[in-house]
């Protein structure tokens, strides 16, 4: 599976479940309030605004809490202030990890963050340190009930896609970062359902895991994923099907 994670795939699994937990809506919350402060609160002007929002909407999130968060990120509501940190590091076995976060107090996130890490056997790393296993890519994802994999294929190469990947019940639509969401919509308007649409951290090369380290891995990661402030998470692991099954 070249230039993809099972995390990617691990991480739509586990969506669902998420989103009964709020997990989703925080985050999602979150990157609209700060896409608003940083860009304004145009959507048509404002480009990481609209794909926040569009994502909020394929997750469901409600209008009204759209509306809130883009509020609060232009100072029309008070609101909290955020920043934006990536962090570094590594997990069992020597897999590379980035977490993109937004905190409003980022001391404590990075000490939950490193609790974490050297609690599945892994460590922060310094910035760059892990940067070079990924290429930022954007990737859009769509339930494979939404149509025929041929035909999607060839709309999806037609919209401008670099590349597609079939894979359990998601097929991944990979894009230059720039033309992301061009071709989500071109996507949409074709009437595919569209689950998501980000920029993401793609491996160069994946980290085979076995065994504890693969356990270890799969629930590091898991805790990470849960962790509010974690906006976006990325790694370069990868396990057979026989250890998600264990999970």
């Known amino acids: 599976m070249s230039g993809h994670s099972k995390w990617a795939n691990i991480k739509h699994r ?17 990157e609209i309030t700060v896409a608003a402060r940083l860009g304004g609160g145009d959507v048509d002007a404002n480009p990481r605004l609209r794909k926040a929002v569009s994502n909020g ?3 469901n999130l409600p209008i009204d809490n759209i509306t809130r968060a883009i509020k609060k990120g232009t100072g029309e509501l008070e609101g909290v202030s955020y920043e934006e940190v990536t962090y570094e590091g590594y997990g ?29 056997g892994g ?16 990737q859009i994802i769509i ?9 999607i294929l060839e709309a999806a190469l037609e919209a401008g896609a670099d590349d597609f990947e079939a894979d359990d019940d998601i097929f991944t639509i990979t894009t230059d970062p720039v033309s992301l ?11 595919y359902e569209i689950r998501s649409a ?29 962790n509010d402030d974690i906006s976006k998470l990325f790694s370069n692991f990868d396990v057979d099907e026989e250890t998600l099954l264990q999970d």
């Open 143 to 151: 339930n494979s009930h939404s149509g025929d994999e041929d035909v």
């Open 198 to 226: 980000e920029i993401e951290m793609v491996p160069k090369t994946l980290q085979k895991l076995e065994g504890k380290e693969a356990q270890s891995a799969l629930k590091l990661m898991d805790a990470l994923e849960d």
């Open 123 to 138: 460590n922060l790393g310094e910035n760059g340190s892990v940067a070079w296993v990924f290429d930022k890519k954007g």
């Open 92 to 120: 069992p076995g020597g897999m590379a990890i980035m977490m993109d976060i937004i905190t409003d107090n980022k001391n404590r996130t990075v000490a939950e963050i490193r609790h974490l890490l050297s609690k599945y």
């Open 14 to 30: 586990k969506g669902a479940q998420d989103a009964k937990r709020g997990k989703i809506f925080t985050k999602i919350i979150k």
């Open 181 to 191: 969401m061009d071709v989500r919509d071109a996507l949409e308007n074709s009437g």
């Open 57 to 59: 909407k394929s997750n």
